[in-house]
């Protein structure tokens, strides 16, 4: 069965202190990982997408990496502004099937001051 | 990137009211869309699939003639809760699978609207 998880589910750090979230999948044939950003009250807002292993995505102070078992959403120097939660999913199955997007249940970042 | 939009984005509504929200893609057309609800501190729950010109599919334990789908164009899909009751009180988040930049046919990413918040007193 596919399987998204994330890790940790809640985060607090200071200020500037670098992290990374995790995010575990294990699916039959990856077609795209995905990252979003919710805040609360809001609709997900898209970040990245990586397609295959290896590959790195970057976006002011996040980076998004992947492997063939996880993706890290790294975040440099993070801001308050940064606090929100993260989620992941991913995309998967053969050519000839239809998929849908299955989502992790999300790592809530909180950054103080 | 692509722009996804929600009416309303909060609605009251007396018990046993029927509520329609819809679901816009903007600047693409979207022949697959999504329906999701989200309770407080918990992750996006699948709804259903909402397919251009055609019946729309549901998760298990999803009821079809209490949420209504119609996917009537490729840049609109309206959800409609029929005779709400308090408990049908939640957040419902539209989105819009969009082809462009993956792989045709294979690969998409979703873009999300901003949620309707429904309360049924």
């Known amino acids: 069965e596919d399987q998204v998880t994330q890790s940790p589910e809640a985060l607090r750090l200071q200020e500037g202190e670098s992290s990374s979230l995790n995010c575990s999948y294990t699916v039959s044939g990856l077609r795209g990982l995905f990252w979003y950003r919710q805040d609360p009250g809001k609709g997900p807002e898209f970040l990245f997408t990586l397609y295959s292993a290896g590959e790195e995505k970057e976006k002011e102070r996040l980076k998004a990496t992947i492997t063939k078992k996880e993706s890290f959403l790294h975040i440099t120097a993070p801001k308050p502004e940064d606090s929100a939660t993260y989620l992941c999913a991913v995309q998967a199955g053969s050519y000839s099937s239809a998929s849908k997007i299955i989502f992790g249940s999300g790592t809530r970042l909180s950054i103080r001051p | 990137g692509a722009v996804v939009s929600q009416h309303p984005s909060w609605v009251i509504c007396k018990s046993g009211t029927s509520v329609k929200i819809e679901c816009r893609s903007l600047?693409?057309?979207?022949?697959?869309m999504f329906w999701y609800r989200q309770f407080p501190k918990q992750s996006l729950m699948l709804m259903a699939t909402?397919?251009?010109?055609?019946?729309?599919?549901?998760e298990q334990g999803v009821e079809k003639d209490k949420f209504l789908i119609n996917h009537a164009s490729l840049t609109l899909s309206t959800l409609t809760v029929t005779s709400a009751h308090p408990e049908d009180s939640s957040f419902y988040i539209c989105s819009a699978r969009d082809s462009r930049g993956g792989l045709a046919g294979f690969q998409y990413t979703q873009y999300f609207g901003p949620g309707t918040r429904l309360t049924v007193l």
């Open positions: 909402s397919n251009e010109g055609s019946k729309a599919t549901y």
């Open positions: 600047d693409f057309q979207a022949t697959t």
